[in-house]
């Protein structure tokens, strides 16, 4: 087997996890789940995103959760359009993630505009942010499957990636958005993208909608690929994207890769405790298989 001797692991639960949470969640709560976070050993994670509070109630403290946050290990912050950028140039985080989805109709309803739209608007900004020393993240939203269009063709997923590496980005966020990718799947594309493009960080995001994300990560692993999104607790779900349940839980990544002698400098017991801490705050029950098998073992313990 083709199996790296460490993975990095980039945390989205703050952001991604929560974005779509029904529940409002405090901000001192977040801040102590961040916190959690980074005391496991996590050193790179999406803290919120600037966008509209009309849309996205929840990411409405993102000034604080900046403010409070920022510390020596690598910090995004998403931002989907011109305002949103502006947004974190006022601030002290010098990384920063734009999304854009493969898929036409997917981008129209996330942002209302076409991918070319996207792709226009967002050029001239990434060669800006790179001239100011930003690190640029790029989340290619949609890279598998649509829920409106169906299965995505590799080619156009390559095309969009590689116009991005063109203008300079420094990693690109290859997304299963609607949980639909096979290890297959998973395999081809991303052996495709680091063939093609072996100058940018290349990074996976998988949705576990269908169960198949822990399988899907194995199989990029296989095709080289040592960069992975994933979610404490198995928090998510994209608005725009029916049918998308959480992303790929941290502790169930962790726990994998750890068996198989794979370093990622997580400490297991210390995200769980941050697991514990944002719980009693989200609408929806923990399901990561890691954290039940926990929470199992420690009831049968107390008994």
Not at 21 to 37: M, R, W
Not at 86 to 102: H, P
Not at 205 to 226: E, K, S, Y
Request: hydrophobic share 35%; aromatic share 8%.
């Amino acid at each position: 087997m083709n199996l790296p001797e460490k993975v990095t692991l980039i945390e989205v639960g703050p952001r991604d996890g929560l974005q779509n949470e029904s529940n409002q969640v405090p901000t001192e709560a977040k801040i102590s789940f961040i916190k959690s976070l980074k005391k496991a050993g996590i050193q790179e994670m999406e803290l919120t995103s600037f966008v509209s509070p009309k849309w996205v109630p929840q990411m409405k403290d993102a000034s604080e959760i900046i403010e409070n946050c920022l510390d020596e290990t690598r910090n995004y912050v998403l931002a989907p359009n011109r305002k949103g950028v502006d947004r974190v140039m006022e601030t002290e985080c010098k990384n920063i993630a734009l999304f854009v989805g493969v898929s036409e109709t997917f981008n129209k309803k996330n942002i209302n505009k076409t991918t070319k739209e996207s792709l226009e608007e967002l050029i001239p900004i990434i060669k800006e942010l790179k001239e100011n020393g930003f690190f640029v993240r790029t989340c290619i939203s949609t890279a598998f499957y649509c829920p409106y269009e169906g299965k995505v063709d590799p080619k156009n997923v390559l095309d969009l990636c590689r116009e991005f590496v063109e203008s300079g980005v420094d990693e690109l966020s290859v997304a299963d958005t609607i949980g639909m990718a096979n290890p297959k799947d998973s395999y081809n594309l991303f052996s495709l993208l680091k063939k093609e493009l072996p100058s940018v960080l290349l990074t996976a995001h998988f949705h576990d909608t269908r169960g198949m994300a822990l399988a899907n990560i194995f199989a990029c692993l296989q095709a080289g690929v040592t960069r992975f999104d994933s979610s404490a607790g198995g928090l998510g779900g994209c608005p725009f994207a029916p049918g998308a349940t959480g992303n790929v839980a941290t502790e169930d990544v962790v726990y994998m890769l750890h068996q198989m002698g794979i370093q990622t400098g997580i400490n297991l017991d210390q995200l769980l405790e941050a697991v514990d801490g944002i719980k009693e705050y989200v609408s929806r029950p923990i399901e990561s298989k890691y954290y039940r098998v926990s929470q199992s073992r420690e009831k049968q313990n107390t008994k």
